[in-house]
């Protein structure tokens, strides 16, 4: 395309926390104009009166999704929960460009997914191919998509951290224990996300068991050309809003891996390999931004490896990423309407 | 100056907060670059390793004062304490322009200015003619000024709101219950901003005595063309780090109050007037921006009203203003460097 | 009755803060025993499945309301929404005592209750005669009642500030600013109460508006036998889960204001008000306490005076202080149960 | 000695946090009278000054430690800082029973304290043979015992978990990813413990170097009659004040692990195993009290277990502990002061 192209998008599921942050995001973009927010219960409403710091050049009506003028319409951003994103997505017309940030189309078995997320896939066919957006490792793949696939937050730092490596480590030995704020349980209503039951406390979730696991086991097999690889994923609840760590336990050479982390992220934007020996990534240097921060620690037993990765789940984990990937998919610059992100400290 | 102007900025005390902040909105405008940051115990070190989050576009070595080399800086942003501001600035270059976030430059009153910070001001006539830099306010006087004091946080949220409508209200009135979240402490170390001891509690400091209530009043007094006006100043520390809130209680006409806001603030890029009605404004929805939201309120007592202002301490409140007053300076759009910052919330 | 006996108590509303709070706090009561616990969509569960912090002594079935045995409960502690507390409590057997935490029997004026509640009240008679439970003032009335009104949490706050001065301030001049924690907000679940929503902010709400002025004026107006003394109270939420500050501002003399505290709380177990000078009052004094801390300041314009209340709103706001009523009414020692309560800090 | 007894107790180090919290937990001790509170910097004040939720009951004045009458003294807990506490501790007299929370004597290998604290020990004999006051493991060693070294925080809640298994699995397997309340860093001031720093975000810090890690292979190899494990450290700050959780990594049998910890703790007052498949425990249902909670749960991949213990750094993690091994100590109830202690929530 030319210089000039705009597209027009819409966020379908804009009354969530990244649909908003997508709604957020675009209004700096300089190629891509929100032209449509589509939410359910929430139609009729003006978006800046669900988000009022959305309020301003960021404003839209918030509409039912079978009230879009499609024909309007270049990309849609699927803001919307698993289940129901396909649902939608499956509907659309072809001419609509879709980047999908829920979990819908990520895992190429449908077996697996309809596993996994409790329901049968409407598309197998389709997701077996969908390519999937991670893109400081299937970018090459997106140009000219119609359908990208943004990894989880946790899959995404988790695999920034340990697709350079897997060949290096003893595959046996992968242990993610991750901790995740509140936002990455979205807006939904439950107790167990209420100020007074989220703060000054910490626990872990999902222990064993969260759905994240077999979209990274995926990625990592596929990395490797094995079946073999399983990984133990245990996230926790931190209480703040923004920002999640991975650390990653592994055996193998601290030298070895460092250097591998560092070669292969040595032209990537986003993602910062720290110089070894160097303080702890914090999610808050990370804050707002599109940006990983990784950094490799020898551990005290021999042969042990610490990995650490930073994101904001948000923005790197979800809507920025989701920019990212459109950017590749028209062949523009990747960092168009993230570069200027900073970090938010204190 | 013609379209192409770029000046080159030195930050004075880029080791707190107020200073990293102006080092990374300065990263955002298109006509500043930061060529110095200066540090008094931390010199030698580059910036990233105290604020890791300016790694990247906004790093710069941290140098002493003396070893700046003030024939390369066009402008310097004072970002020391009071008292230790005035001391490098009084010996500064003629031709190094100078916004100063510090106290030292707001009093006109070189004995109030005593009595308030302890200390005798070492120039007394500067001091009594330097402008105030509240843009919405004093914007038309601050062209080709060659040193603009900035407000402090708590009295630009609190003249936003009261200055029009200073006219309106019962002099005798002014109640201002005023909360900010810790960074208006700055990054000194004491135990009341240890994060065991902030965290999960709320309480007022510096009740009758603070040191912006003068500020405010004398800024009130001017704009009335009186001298008697005194206010109540109470605020409050509360458990965020960002944000600042004033609750102004007077006595007055709801719908007169909020007509005068209304049309001091319709042409301001920065400062919205909430709808009668309108839901409360929230600190969170002006977060890492320039803005300020201003809502009012009629009591169920008649004839008292309720103001409210928020602003985010460190921009609106210091670093973002001051970058607002240099693009005035310089006869720039004001809101250069500023207008892109979109809050981030949740 | 003798030094042995045992109550037996019924808990109403036990999956709510205020329910927790009091069974927790009655598993350290000498003489009551909770022996029954209610709830609507959560009966059939134990406590300890919704609340684990009551796992082992405290730890009880839950049950709908029609199910207990109401032949064996002594005391009923109606800790239901308000509303819904009514409808319960003006079925229970007569020889059930009720001390009631919502705002049900707070306000004797039945027209008040339905304009500021929204819907008519049960028993107009019986709440016209109902005690108000704050013990330091209505605590003699309090022996042999069978049924109490235990006050808001504002209210007690700010009722403990003002009523030993209302005589010496100027009446007109009333002004409280509120601090709460999101707990005082309830369990239910609104968007504003979660944790991405309600952590690093600070706003107002319920401006002129909040059902807590009409019961603090009626109580303020009897003390001073009047009926035109209106306040204005503007609460807001603090990123915190507990405590409860109030920032009053009144016209008076501090010494007089200072010395009447003094005077009336000499003798009070649970409040104390500090001596003049003393380091502001902090939430996180009185954390898990049924203490109230105040302190008086004179303000810088002359004649205005600043008097600050804290409380845990949990404990002397709500469940504390229902439990210190029950004692006033078996004529037992007002601190049973209560006085081994330490604050947490930090 | 008889059921009278009542000890006289100095707080060594009361301006901390766990000297604050002893002093705090002693006003609720029936048989426990504290009698002097130490302080270098700030001996001449009150407790209360410093710590003002200790007002009333648990006041005293602080002094240096030379101005303790120590024949009125029957026994100290030593608060100090590690390296400080050696100092002071060799120089009381005999009489003096001592329970020491910090790092002094928990190394039996002075070789190896000194390699990890940067000292040589002043005792290394009296150190080899100090008792470790894990009650539930080295309880029934410490009858009569004049000196008892308290385990660190994060070793309490890893060595709770873990010895009761570490014959049950691979004991090169063992992954200890660790969440602490920022309370655990103590009262120093530091930039990173500011509220500004510390909230909103989270960190590792120590990777491969934390303290702690020889002090918990001590005890796993002790235990199993190896000198061979080593075991992977990896401690998070976490925002929040209070609380500490541990996720310990293993491989072993799932029904084996969960058999031997429900066996081993039966019978211990403070130490609960959940029940397989229970909800995830949270430091939340533990704050303000000495209790610990275990839970094991397997994982995705076979073989591999996750064993998480949650504590109140600053009760069980520390003061609490410290009064459970005098009791010990003393052969009273082990319970004693600690029992009517209840999880503060929310």
């Not at 050049?57 to 079978?66: I, T």
């Not at 072809?94 to 329901?119: I, P, Q």
Request: net charge negative; with cysteine; charged share 20%.
């Amino acid at each position: 395309m030319n210089d000039k192209t705009t597209l027009k998008a819409a966020v379908l599921g804009a009354s969530g926390y990244t649909g908003a942050e997508t709604v957020r995001l675009l209004a700096g973009h300089p190629r891509v104009e929100a032209v449509a927010a589509t939410g359910h219960s929430l139609a009729g409403k003006q978006l800046s009166e669900i988000f009022p710091h959305l309020a301003g050049a960021a404003d839209l009506p918030v509409v039912k999704a079978d009230d879009v003028d499609w024909s309007n319409v270049d990309v849609a951003f699927g803001c919307l929960p698993h289940g129901t994103s396909q649902d939608l997505i499956e509907t659309l017309p072809d001419h609509v460009r879709v980047v999908d940030l829920s979990a819908d189309y990520r895992l190429r078995d449908a077996a697996l997914y309809a596993e996994t997320y409790g329901r049968a896939h409407l598309n197998p066919e389709r997701t077996a191919h969908v390519k999937y957006g991670l893109p400081e490792w299937r970018g090459a793949d997106l140009s000219g998509e119609t359908l990208v696939a943004c990894p989880g937050c946790y899959p995404t730092a988790s695999l920034l951290a340990l697709l350079p490596i897997i060949d290096l480590v003893d595959p046996d030995s992968v242990i993610i224990d991750a901790k995740s704020g509140v936002s990455g349980a979205g807006r939904g209503l439950k107790e167990g996300n209420l100020f007074s039951e989220a703060a000054e406390g910490v626990h872990a979730y999902g222990v064993g068991t969260h759905r994240h696991a077999p979209e990274i086991e995926q990625e990592l097999n596929l990395q490797a050309g094995r079946t073999d690889i399983g990984v133990t994923f245990t996230p926790h609840l931190i209480p703040m809003t923004r920002g999640e760590l991975v650390t990653c336990h592994v055996r193998g050479d601290v030298d070895q891996i460092h250097a591998a982390l560092i070669a292969k992220y040595a032209a990537a934007p986003f993602v910062s390999v720290l110089p070894l020996g160097a303080p702890t990534p914090d999610t808050r240097h990370v804050r707002g931004t599109n940006n990983c921060r990784i950094a490799v620690y020898p551990d005290r037993v021999k042969g042990r490896v610490v990995v650490i990765a930073v994101i904001d789940n948000l923005v790197k984990g979800s809507s920025g990423q989701a920019i990212q990937n459109l950017n590749l998919m028209m062949d523009w610059d990747e960092t168009l309407g993230l570069a200027g992100l900073q970090a938010l400290f204190p």
